[in-house]
Every structure is written in structure tokens, then in C-alpha cells.
């Protein structure tokens, strides 16, 4: 409760919510709650809202700066007191919930063809709950591997392409080769393991959650949803080609020991190129390859940034009306190349922009067409299944502290009781 009076404290301080406003001059007012963060990232989002004021006077969009960091609770303190903003900067993995609670208004018939043609259905289906669909997804992020690559090449590896993949098997065989004397072949940051975990695992067919006929879900970890588990479990303990100490640490936190040569590869998310691009040293080389592939290929789960329009908004029509605004091609592609992500939208991926050699940005696109909705996409009690149950299992797995059964009883006996509370 302290935390959610607290973050209800900073969304009044940063502006609150109109709900939809209007002035005593008839002028309608929406305030937009962006998450954006780089630098690129905010001064982009805010350069489309004013271009919406300059040419909408009658309703104009407030930027209200809000922030990754415990968003969940911020939002849900907001919605419950009556406060959240009329646009909705969020990620699909965290919708669910609001979706259901009837916080988020359903955008269907309000948005227009060109829009919703333009983003492919397994995008949109990450924002569907029932019936209705609450949220637009346009940016996503596959998650890459970075390689330092005067190392790779010198190791005389087979470098791997879109085309031609690692397997998870063939990784495991090159970062021990690329491993010695105080030098790691991977560093995985798995300070939050859950997602990572979830979302390559659907390159070997992993699911882990598995709904029935009526409609309820529940967790099963089998041969599947072992596959990345046990390869990073044995890097790290058995073949020591993965740094112990990175386990805990966040993918930021592996950069100075990727630069300083003490890691060949990094695990990370497309956008960490921004960061590297900046920090590398001067004559650091390095490049994006693919993620491992499985049985079903280089797929992999994202969970894209959305934007949702709230049910208490009371000018739900021009709201959609911005989001269309907001989300036409040559903007998606001014918003993907600010946070350095992919931009969902067909037209906008097309933009040779996004086809460079240069940063991977190739690399990155080729991958667009095997993004699939995350695992836990429409998992009523998902947040609290991470946090509880599956963060600290897989935390310990890792580590070595327990072996595969114990996670295998944690994340399904666990797990099942949390998620059958949300299932009633």
C-alpha cells in the first residue's frame, strides 16, 4: 500500500491525468504518459507531440515523463484512484491484468485500417485478451547475441547467420572453445531471468504455459522448456564458459567486461547496441548474431512496448485518433531508430534505415519475421509469478544452489497455486 500511495505522490507531481479534459475554451486536453528514456528515444517522442499541437489545436496531448521502473504498480495505483493518463506507454507482458480489471479501453473500431493492416496479427495478438484488444504494439526487440569480433574471428568459429543459426547445442561447443584462463566465452545478465528464459525457449518449442479446454492455464516444464535452462546451467557450472558472476547482473553491468576482453559474446536485447555503439573503446570491434536456434527454428518470444488508451478516458476518439497520428510509418521508424528497436508496423520495416550493416541493424530485421507473442503474454498473475515464484527458482538453477528437478516442482507446484488464484 506504501508503494502504491507513493507512486500515486509522483504520477500527480508529473501531471497526472485529464482523463480527457476539456478546457473552458472547449479545447480538448490528453495527457501521454511515454516511457521512453533515451535520450534519442524522449526527444523523438516529444518532437511527434508537438507536431500533433501544431496541426490539432482543438486537442492537444500533454508529454508526461513516467519511467520503466515499477511501472506496474504506478499504473495500477493511478487506475484504481481515478488518475491514470488518457494515453498509455506500457508493454504487452503487463497488460493482462489491466485488460481484465477493465482499466484499458477496448480499441477495436477505433483505430484506423491503415493501422491495423499495417501490424501483423501475431503482433497484435500480444494485446488481445477475450474478445477485445487493448493496446497497440509498435516496437519490439528480439534478443541478439553480441560478439566481440576480432576474438570470434580469430578463434576460426563458424560465424553464424539469420540463414544459417547456431544450435543451442553448437553454441554450448563454441563458448567453451572460446573460453580460457580468465576469459569467458558468454556472459549471460540474468539479474531478471524470467523473460530471457521464456522467450528463447520457444525457439525449442518451449511453452511452459499451457492452457486447457476451459480456458485455464497452467505450468508445465518438460523436455522442451529445458533446453536453454540446462545449456545456460552448464555453462556456467559444469563447462565454466560463462562467467559466474554476470548471473546476477543486469546487461549494462556486462559492458565493461565485454570491452575489457574478458567476455567474448553478451546475451543482450537489440537495443543495448545504442549503449555499446557509445561506450566501446576506440578500434573495439564488434557485431550481432543471431540467437541460438532449436527445433523450431530462430523463433523467439518479444513482449513489444504498447500503447493503450485508458477506460476512463472520456475522449476515447481523438485518443485513438493521436495513436494513429503517432503511429504512421515514418514515425514508427523516427521512434525504432530513437530507442534502437524493431518497429512492428510492415511499412516502417521496409525503411532501408533499418536494413543497415552498420550497428547489425540487418541483422535485427531479418530476425522480425520469427518474433512471436512471449510466452506469458495472456497469463492472468503473471507479475506475481515471476516475482514469487519463478525469479528466484531460476535465480538458483543457475547458480548451481538447486538441480533441474527442484526448479521443475517450483516453477509447476508453485507456480500452478499462484496462477490458480487469478483463474477462480
Known amino acids: 500500500m506504501r508503494t502504491r500511495l507513493l507512486a500515486l505522490v509522483l504520477l500527480l507531481l508529473l501531471g497526472g491525468c485529464s482523463a480527457g479534459g476539456t478546457r473552458d475554451d472547449g479545447r480538448i486536453t490528453l495527457r501521454f504518459q511515454s516511457l521512453a528514456w533515451q535520450e534519442?528515444?524522449?526527444?523523438?517522442?516529444?518532437?511527434?507531440?508537438?507536431?500533433?499541437?501544431?496541426?490539432?489545436?482543438?486537442?492537444?496531448?500533454?508529454?508526461?515523463?513516467?519511467?520503466?521502473d515499477s511501472v506496474h504498480d504506478q499504473l495500477l495505483t493511478a487506475f484504481e484512484g481515478g488518475e491514470a493518463p488518457d494515453i498509455v506507454h506500457d508493454a504487452s507482458d503487463d497488460l493482462a491484468d489491466f485488460a481484465h480489471g477493465g482499466y484499458l479501453a477496448d480499441l477495436t473500431g477505433l483505430l484506423p485500417a491503415r493501422l491495423t493492416s499495417d501490424i501483423p496479427r501475431r503482433s497484435w495478438e500480444t494485446t488481445t485478451f477475450g474478445n477485445g484488444v487493448y493496446g497497440v504494439p509498435f516496437l519490439q526487440e528480439p534478443r541478439v547475441l553480441i560478439a566481440n569480433a576480432t576474438w570470434l574471428r580469430r578463434s576460426g568459429a563458424r560465424i553464424p547467420t539469420p540463414e544459417q543459426p547456431w544450435t543451442w547445442e553448437e553454441f554450448r561447443g563454441i563458448t567453451e572453445r572460446l573460453s580460457g584462463p580468465g576469459r569467458f566465452g558468454v556472459a549471460w545478465p540474468l539479474k531478471e531471468p524470467v523473460s530471457a528464459t521464456l522467450n528463447l525457449s520457444l525457439s525449442a518449442g518451449g511453452q511452459l504455459f499451457h492452457r486447457g479446454p476451459d480456458g485455464k492455464v497452467t505450468v508445465r516444464f518438460g523436455a522442451a522448456e529445458e533446453v536453454v535452462p540446462r545449456t545456460v546451467h552448464a555453462q556456467a557450472n559444469t563447462d565454466r564458459s560463462a562467467s559466474p558472476t554476470t548471473l546476477g547482473s543486469g546487461g549494462s553491468d556486462t559492458l565493461p567486461g565485454f570491452f575489457a576482453g574478458r567476455y567474448a559474446m553478451v546475451p543482450l536485447g537489440f537495443s543495448y547496441r545504442q549503449q555499446i555503439a557509445q561506450q566501446a573503446p576506440k578500434g573495439f570491434a564488434w557485431?550481432?548474431?543471431?540467437?541460438p536456434a532449436g527445433a523450431d527454428g530462430l523463433i523467439q518470444g518479444v513482449s513489444p512496448q504498447t500503447l493503450s488508451i485508458a477506460e476512463d478516458c472520456r475522449h476515447k476518439k481523438?485518443?485513438?485518433?493521436f495513436l494513429a497520428f503517432f503511429l504512421r510509418p515514418a514515425s514508427m521508424v523516427r521512434l525504432a531508430l530513437?530507442?534502437?528497436?524493431?518497429?512492428?508496423?510492415r511499412q516502417a520495416l521496409k525503411d532501408p534505415a533499418l536494413h543497415r550493416h552498420k550497428d547489425g541493424w540487418d541483422i535485427g530485421t531479418a530476425l522480425a519475421e520469427h518474433l512471436r507473442p512471449a510466452p506469458a503474454q495472456s497469463v492472468r498473475g503473471y507479475p506475481e509469478w515471476k516475482d514469487k515464484v519463478a525469479t528466484p527458482a531460476?535465480?538458483?538453477?543457475?547458480?548451481?544452489?538447486?538441480?533441474?528437478?527442484?526448479?521443475?516442482?517450483?516453477?509447476?507446484?508453485d507456480g500452478n497455486l499462484v496462477l490458480a488464484r487469478y483463474q477462480r
Open 394 to 413: 531460476f535465480q538458483e538453477y543457475y547458480s548451481g544452489a538447486i538441480g533441474i528437478g527442484e526448479l521443475r516442482r517450483r516453477l509447476e507446484r
Open 338 to 345: 530513437g530507442d534502437w528497436m524493431l518497429p512492428t508496423g
Open 318 to 321: 481523438e485518443a485513438a485518433q
Open 40 to 68: 534519442e528515444s524522449v526527444e523523438a517522442n516529444k518532437q511527434l507531440v508537438r507536431e500533433w499541437n501544431a496541426t490539432h489545436p482543438d486537442v492537444r496531448v500533454e508529454y508526461v515523463q513516467g519511467s520503466w
Open 287 to 291: 557485431q550481432v548474431l543471431p540467437a
